[in-house]
């Protein structure tokens, strides 16, 4: 593997990703710059709001760029819902893209976050990073989100656009929220539980984003464990690690009803995602067994 960059630009640092991604770049050799949404507290720090361009010079000299911000899509989605998530991320990577396209000493990298999302709903059908778009909401917001980069890549840059699934983190996403029912003993399937969930352990999700860092890997790739499971086998599994039973469903009229639109492209949506461009690439995940990556993150959270 080559050698890392000496200099990285990371934004979304705050979130759930970006919390287990900062300390292993520093531990690794990085050093790292963050763009904050905020007024810079001085050295490691650009202030930027992703709804406005970025000077060039702001962005110049680094190696490589991690762009990981974008409003979260949890919550009901109302439309100024829908339009915070879409513009967050498509106008933030495309003036970051165009920023640094500009820049006089332009990065040899750009890692940007999109999602598995792009699929849509697609039952059992085996996923790879040469499927084509689903339908609906994110699907539309994902094709856009990554077309944003397309400045970067115009400039030489070799742009990575990462569809990451279900997170497994200690520190926020979906895994967290899920805790709180389950150990109530009040967690269960959602809808019918015969839809597929692609999940990523956030340590070989901070894996996968380093290889691509210092791989040759360009384009679309899934950030997904070669092991998806079904939700039956997912709420199954939280709740055995739990000792909690999950036999309290969640119907698909009731998770509409609660959560609206979210609940059919998020929870009740099936994606059977293959990492196939990180397998081809050589990239060794060391968390493929749910059950261990779950016992894992419940027990850093109690």
């Known amino acids: 593997m080559n050698r890392p960059p000496g200099n990285i630009l990371v934004s979304g640092a705050s979130g759930p990703i970006g919390a287990a991604l900062l ?52 919550g009901r989605w109302t439309e100024a819902k829908k339009c915070r998530i879409l513009e967050s991320r498509v106008q933030g990577t495309r003036h970051l893209a165009e920023a640094l396209a500009e820049a006089p000493l332009r990065p040899r990298v750009l890692v940007s976050a999109s999602a598995t999302g792009y699929y849509g709903d697609r039952g059992d059908e085996v996923l790879t990073e040469a499927s084509p778009p689903g339908k609906g909401f994110l699907a539309e917001v994902c094709r856009a989100w990554e077309r944003a980069v397309e400045p970067a890549e ?127 690439g050589g990239y060794s995940f060391q968390h493929t067994e749910l059950e261990a990556a779950l016992e894992h993150n419940v027990k850093k959270t109690t």
């Open 23 to 74: 300390p292993a770049l520093i531990e690794r050799g990085y050093q790292v710059v963050r763009l904050v949404r905020r007024a810079s507290a001085g050295e490691g720090q650009i202030a930027w709001d992703p709804a406005q361009p970025l000077r060039p010079q702001s962005v110049s000299g680094f190696e490589a760029a991690v762009h990981l911000a974008g409003e979260s899509v949890v």
């Open 154 to 280: 115009r400039a030489g840059i070799r742009a990575v656009q990462l569809r990451i699934g279900i997170v497994l983190s200690r520190d926020g996403g979906a895994l967290q929220k899920m805790l709180a029912p389950f150990r109530l003993g009040a967690g269960g399937t959602m809808g019918n539980g015969r839809q597929w969930w692609s999940w990523i352990d956030v340590r070989d999700l901070v894996g996968a984003i380093d290889y691509a860092l210092t791989s040759t890997l360009a384009g679309p790739v899934n950030l997904v464990s070669p092991q998806p499971v079904t939700n039956r086998e997912f709420t199954r599994t939280l709740g055995a690690v739990l000792s909690r039973p999950a036999i309290f469903p969640m119907p698909a009229f009731a998770a509409r009803l609660v959560f609206g639109q979210m609940a059919d492209e998020l929870l009740l949506a099936s994606q059977r995602v293959e990492p196939a461009k990180l397998i081809a």
